[in-house]
T-cell receptor, first 113, second 114 residues
Framework: DGGITQSPKYLFRKEGQNVTLSCEQN?????MYWYRQDPGQGLRLIYY???????QKGDIAEGYSVSREKKESFPLTVTSAQKNPTAFYLC????????????FGSGTRLTVV | AQSVTQLDSHVSVSEGTPVLLRCNYS??????LFWYVQHPNKGLQLLLK??????LVKGINGFEAEFKKSETSFHLTKPSAHMSDAAEYFC????????????FGKGTRLHILP
């Protein structure tokens, strides 16, 4: 079955560390997205990519970095510059015409300890 | 420009009674509209979508939504709530315009009372 896989499900980070969240899809979707979800704030777009080796900042890109070396993969690095990284992170993918709707992964909960 | 407003942050209904989750939108173009459901610590699952075909859209788990252009609304309904419906629901608007991003509402938490 085609789908989108995020790993790990839970991640703990010490202050000052960088961590990388994995997102892989086998839907042959061109576009991939990273969202951050905090209670009561809905989903906020961090980064998105519509083509390999190209990506765009979303609304809250500061303290995050991404790469898109393969169509199937869009890893997100949460750097030590991100002041408040504890959140639920969701990866999504869509055909290039994103207005047709997204497919979401099951999320990664990141906690700073 | 597009926007979406979910009118209630929390809704509580008793099991077996109807569910109504309200969503209003604005869009410069003919929009596509979606409802997603999210259970705790899970990703978002597509419930249903409207993309300019029939205005009454049927989705999974007995949910449906009606696109009303004159009211700029896309409310989600279900005739009889089940305990398993307790979750957060997101209304989403998008359009084919390259200038418009997909926009998520802030979510409505549905509580089911026994």
């Amino acid at each position: 079955d085609g789908g989108i896989t995020q790993s790990p499900k839970y991640l703990f980070r010490k202050e000052g560390q960088n961590v990388t969240l994995s997102c892989e899809q086998n839907l042959n979707h061109d576009a991939m997205y990273w969202y951050r979800q905090d209670p009561g704030q809905g989903l906020r777009l961090i980064y998105y990519s519509q083509i390999v080796n190209d990506f765009q900042k979303g609304d809250i890109a500061e303290g995050y970095s991404v790469s898109r070396e393969k169509k199937e993969s869009f890893p997100l690095t949460v750097t030590s510059a991100q002041k408040n990284p504890t959140a639920f992170y969701l990866c999504a993918s869509s055909p290039l015409e994103g207005w047709r709707g997204y497919t979401f992964g099951s999320g990664t909960r990141l906690t700073v300890v | 420009a597009q926007s979406v407003t979910q009118l209630d942050s929390h809704v509580s209904v008793s099991e077996g009674t109807p569910v109504l989750l309200r969503c209003n939108y604005s869009s410069s173009y003919s929009p596509s509209l979606f409802w997603y459901v999210q259970h705790p610590n899970k990703g978002l699952q597509l419930l249903l979508k409207y993309t300019s075909a029939a205005t009454l859209v049927k989705g999974i788990n007995g949910f449906e939504a009606e696109f009303k252009k004159s009211e700029t609304s896309f409310h989600l309904t279900k005739p009889s709530a089940h305990m398993s419906d307790a979750a957060e629901y997101f209304c989403v608007v998008s359009s084919p315009s390259r200038d418009d991003k997909i926009i998520f509402g802030k979510g409505t938490r549905l509580h089911i009372l026994p």
